[in-house]
């Protein structure tokens, strides 16, 4: 199906795609590809059991093989797709990563620049943007009242904050504790969240406050407040020591459309792709994804480059979160590609509740002295 502003078209595959001359080339050359190239074969091979597995009924050989023509056909369908459509270029939407499909865009398998295809990850969970408010209350008056400060987190996995099997620890989870015993409060940990809807989140009433690190960039401070600064971190962008982009500048890899660059979206590295790379192609990372999953993409060859803090990977290297592979580091002039706050994310607006949060973090660091 096809939808833009005037109409939207449904495909008739049967009448229009199947028998079509220019689908039929497109899907002469898939099935060539799927002949001759044996990580093609073993990749669609691997696809269609999995589908079929996840479809929870009984397959055999022939159902793996009409599994198989089928995806091979949605791939043909797909390069043959700007032409039926009469546009540029075509954009695969799916709510999960398509991993055989990345692969195929990014010339994994032939070598071949597909600027005429793009995959975009599409997640909106209903449950992400249930509204939750309870009161006309302010936010601090509610905290109060139930005597629970409700927190959403991310399993970060640093000094900043790490969560082990529901055992949190490190800076920012001391602090939140130390706020919470100082008002005889109880902490909740509601949820985790992802950066991507931590404003609904917290805005909606579902949860206070944010308190693993968050920082405040310019677009976040249009929807929420936030905290004092706990520590800072040092943005780099990571690549593979053997990638051929390796003695690039950042702005040479801005001139390269066919760079891979792996992000969640709406997430701080989006920003900074969008500033510094935004001619190059996006792979898309869940936005649940931990978040070591970024350097593992460049490690695995499925991009190019990501963005991360420099004591993060090495806290990752270190404990062996990911593949003790060599990177390289990219930066700007010798330095760090950004420098950024870590803060606690705070109800926007809710002057008493920031006021309180900022006193006691100030109170911790002192305690410390």
């Not at 693993?212 to 780099?236: D, G, I, N």
């Not at 390269?256 to 969008?274: A, G, Q, S, T, Y």
Request: charged fraction near 30%; glycine fraction near 0%.
């Amino acid at each position: 199906m096809w939808l833009d502003s005037d109409h939207i078209i449904i495909v008739d595959w049967a009448n229009e795609i199947s028998t079509n001359d220019i689908f039929l080339e497109h899907l002469s050359n898939i099935m060539q590809l799927f002949k001759t190239n044996k990580t093609f074969r073993e990749s669609v091979k691997f696809t269609s059991k999995e589908v079929l597995e996840n479809s929870w009924k009984d397959y055999d050989d022939s159902g793996i093989e009409q599994a198989t023509n089928y995806l091979l056909n949605e791939i043909a369908f797909l390069e043959f797709a700007p032409k039926y459509f009469k546009v540029d270029s075509v954009s695969y939407v799916y709510h999960k990563p398509r991993r055989i499909y990345e692969d195929y865009i990014a010339w994994i398998f032939d070598w071949i620049t597909k600027f005429h295809l793009d995959f975009h990850l599409l997640e909106a969970p209903y449950e992400t943007y249930l509204t939750h408010q309870e009161s006309e209350l302010s936010r601090l008056d509610m905290i109060r009242e139930r005597w629970v400060i409700k927190c959403a987190y991310v399993p970060y996995t640093s000094e900043l904050f790490e969560i082990t099997q529901d055992w949190f620890k490190w800076l920012f989870y001391e602090i939140i504790s130390h706020i919470a015993k100082k008002n005889n409060l109880q902490i909740e940990f509601v949820e985790q969240s992802w950066y991507g809807v931590l404003a609904d989140r917290i805005n909606s009433w579902f949860v206070d406050i944010f308190c693993a690190p968050v920082r405040p960039t310019k677009s976040r401070r249009l929807k929420l407040f936030f905290s004092k600064s706990l520590a800072k971190s040092s943005l780099y962008g990571y690549m593979r020591s053997d990638t051929k982009y390796k003695n690039l500048s950042i702005q040479e890899l801005s001139e390269i459309p066919e760079l891979r660059v792996v992000i969640k979206e709406n997430d701080i590295h989006h920003d900074i792709m969008k500033e510094l790379l935004p001619n190059t192609r996006i792979v898309w990372l869940p936005q649940l994804a931990q978040v070591w999953e970024e350097i593992n993409y460049v490690l695995d060859n499925r991009a190019d480059i990501a963005f991360r803090e420099d004591k993060l990977v090495e806290w990752l290297l270190k404990t062996q979160w990911i593949d003790n592979k060599k990177l390289i580091k990219k930066n700007i002039d010798t330095k760090p590609i950004k420098i950024y706050e870590n803060c606690m994310a705070l109800p926007r607006w809710d002057f008493e509740l920031k006021e309180m949060i900022d006193d006691w973090i100030e109170d911790f660091f002192v305690s410390l002295k």
